[in-house]
């Protein structure tokens, strides 16, 4: 018994520590980004001017507007192509469904540099001029995937027959998916699209490929930066960032444990009502 | 003679390299309740959703008032279904699922709250406008999911093992209140069930199907009293089935005795198949009856004992509301017309 309790008090421990080294850096970063020195040495007392450095930097605002616009779009091409995408794979009768699944999702294990190059040179191919066109159609190649797998797996919950009752009740095959399908896999849409925003609003890798010489986004911007030396600026915005993320996260989250907890909730009811005493 | 309203004209399906339904002819007349009755896997869903339109025929027709349908989507059809797991739309309130297939017509909106009004009073669920689905019970889905297929008016309705999902007590209530409803609204009721005591209590007529292939279609009781082969007898009810050979009309022999019976048409000593119902039997003192036996069984069941007698030849199961002790000899009596020969078929 002691042996046991000594050996979780030793886990216990490896675990703080283990979080300990994880989240150290990040901490650091947070606690230097309200740092009144531009030094690294010490902190030297609280204040927020590198937060008001970085909302002067016009450069860095206009890094910031293009992440959100490119994010925002890509989110929102996405969404439609995803979702689409997910109800025709999921009424596919096909032998070779699975093989089509996987490479519908293929986009999220190609390494990113590698997608970052093929990319690039299919762009080139087309002449098409590097900018914002090429940074949307890039970043929805990687954002389709996140929403095709969450729609596809709300789907997968589905009853088939829900659509078919919608038929039978005098619905073409389009209304029934307007009427019916949508607004039942839509939670898994914003939860998706979510995640793809996210993924969006921080890529470096495949858009330095592609974001042609006059277009920064903000983490791009970032990652040039850093190549001069880390400045107290990139603390305030790197804990902006992460505050933001976080944000979008949280939100994800209690979509989905509240999507959980519904159907948790619908399953003890059915079970409770079951003798039904109304007759 | 009513008029008929659906037939079905050498309907096969194969699925893969499977064949489901293996040709399967059937005239729905209106205003009756027609049962589908079999095991799970016999072709009776199948057949259901080739007439909701759900699946397309390999091959055969489908007519509806005389034209062929068989290619017509289901939403252009007549009728409408009832869904094993009820399949209301859980975004929607009960009012808005009932108002769908009308909100789809077009109908004007002070119509359609009074039909659904209407509906819901049939169903007994008045004042349930505004709840939400998933918070009501089985049963009371499965009321909402009726009101919603009637509401449309459809000329035949289409319900598939729709009290599957409900407890025995509920099951039975529901099965009155969908005759009653049947009654009512007076259309054509198809309905798909694998319980036989479901079939039975509820139907005017009752197709059998096992293997793809309608076994028998009949009234209710012709099918228990008169049924047509070994699987429908075994199926329906339980019974004693012993194989004998006919040795002209009105006399059947079995179990090395002759008896007089009610059947004829067979060819003389024709091998037979003969059903006994358990609860055709009676037990008597041996020296009265042809056929003895030894009780090895007896078992309570409420309203008769289930007794099972060991004969010279086989093990009799007989219902009866006499007591007789394990281990005593006693004699199984009869009458000719609780003897039913039927055709021998090699498969079952």
Redesign the interface.
Known sequence: MKQMRANTKLQNAYLAFLFFLMYLPVAIVILFSFNESKLYVSFSGFSLVWYEKLFRDSAMMEALKNSLILGILSCAVSAVIGTLGAVSLSALKLRSKGVLEYIAILPLMVPEIILGMVLMAFFYMLKLPFGMLTLLIGHTVFCVPYILVEVKASLALMDPSLTEAARDLGASSWRAFLDITLPLVMPAVASGSLLAFAMSMDDVVISIFINGPRISTLPIKVYTQIKTGVTPEINALCTIMLAVSLTALAVFSIFRSHKKEENRDEEQIDRASEPDQEL | MKNKLIELRNLTKNFDDQQVLKGISLDIYENEFLTLLGPSGCGKTTTLRII???EEPSDGQVLFNGIEISKV???KRE???V???Y?????LNVADNIA??LN??KVEKSVISQKVERMLKMV?LSGFENRDV???????QQRVAIA??LV?EPKVLLLDEPLGAL?A??RK?MQLELKKIQREVGITFVYVTHDQEEALSMSDAVVVMNNGEIQQIGTPTDIYNEPENRFVASFIGESNIIEGHMIRDYLVEFDDFQFECVDKGFEDNEEVEVVLRPEDLDIVEPEHAKITGVVRDITFKGVHYEIMIETEKRMYNVHTTDYAPVGKKIGLLFGPEDIHVMCKMGAY
């Not at chain 2, 998933?134 to 009371?140: A, K, M, P, R, V």
């Open positions: 909701a339109g759900f989507p289901p939403y009728v409408n279904t869904f094993q797991k399949a209301l739309f859980p975004h769908f297939g789809l017509k007994g998933t918070l009501l019970s089985g049963g009371q919603r297929a449309n407890d007590k509920i209530q």
